[in-house]
Antibody
Framework: QLQLQESGPGLVKPSETLSLTCAVS?????????WGWIRQPPGKGLEWIGT???????YYTPSLKSRVTISVDTSKNQFSLDLSSVTAADTAIYYC??????????WGQGTLVTVSS | QSALTQPASVSGSPGQSITISCTGT?????????VSWYQQHPGKAPTLMIS???KRPSGVSNRFSGSKSGNTASLTISGLQAEDEADYYC???????????FGGGTKLTVL
């Protein structure tokens, strides 16, 4: 059974870099599929952040493109999200998910990241 | 890229049918078959209910169905049940450059 689990600091200071990791079990991410990050500010809707394909191609939402990097560590079967120069507006629950035909079919439970000094 | 447009809320009584619309543009919903729908209960991660406009993943009730006409996709829930009360989001592929966009979400209340 495929499972995804986000991890990382729950509190990040303004102007610093938010870094999260998504550990995947039950499937080797180097074998295929797209893998993505989505976020949800408290009480608000979902926002797609970015996606990568196992071959190395990455896709980012235009509004965050200048601050986002998604990378993969196949040896650990995990992928990561780095979001630089964060502000309070980046406070959100961050989810990782698998994408199949651009639909997110498996999700992690999500991790809340608060940006505050 | 603006979010896809969904009604903020819809409601229905048990046993009834409701439809949630998701309006985009010719650059996203209108051009691609990659529209999906998600159900989210409070405090939980979203769950995929419909992919590729009409496909229902294994385990999803056949009371849920999807369709698309022009720039608008729709999710229909028939035989409403109390457990269907949740937030629903649509998502569409939007081509190279933007790639993907979510709708603003719709809160479904079962009366």
């Amino acid at each position: 059974q495929l499972q995804l689990q986000e991890s990382g600091p729950g509190l990040v200071k303004p102007s610093e870099t938010l870094s999260l990791t998504c550990a995947v079990s039950g499937y080797s991410i180097s074998s295929g599929y797209f893998w993505g990050w989505i976020r949800q500010p408290p009480g608000k809707g979902l926002e797609w952040i970015g996606t990568f394909f196992h071959s190395g191609s990455t896709y980012y939402t235009p509004s965050l493109k200048s601050r986002v990097t998604i990378s993969v560590d196949t040896s650990k079967n995990q992928f990561s999200l780095d979001l630089s120069s964060v502000t309070a507006a980046d406070t959100a629950i961050y989810y990782c998910a698998r994408q199949l035909q651009w639909a997110f079919d498996y999700w992690g439970q999500g991790t809340l990241v608060t940006v505050s000094s | 890229q603006s979010a896809l447009t969904q009604p903020a809320s819809v409601s229905g009584s048990p046993g009834q049918s409701i439809t949630i619309s998701c309006t985009g543009t010719s650059s996203d919903v209108g051009s691609y078959k990659f529209v999906s729908w998600y159900q989210q209960h409070p405090g939980k991660a979203p769950t995929l209910m419909i992919s590729e406009v009409t496909k229902r993943p294994s385990g999803v009730s056949n009371r849920f169905s999807g369709s698309k006409s022009g720039n608008t996709a729709s999710l229909t829930i028939s035989g409403l049940q109390a457990e269907d009360e949740a937030d629903y989001y649509c998502y569409s592929y939007a081509g190279s450059g933007t790639f993907g966009v979510f709708g603003g979400g719709t809160k479904l209340t079962v009366l």
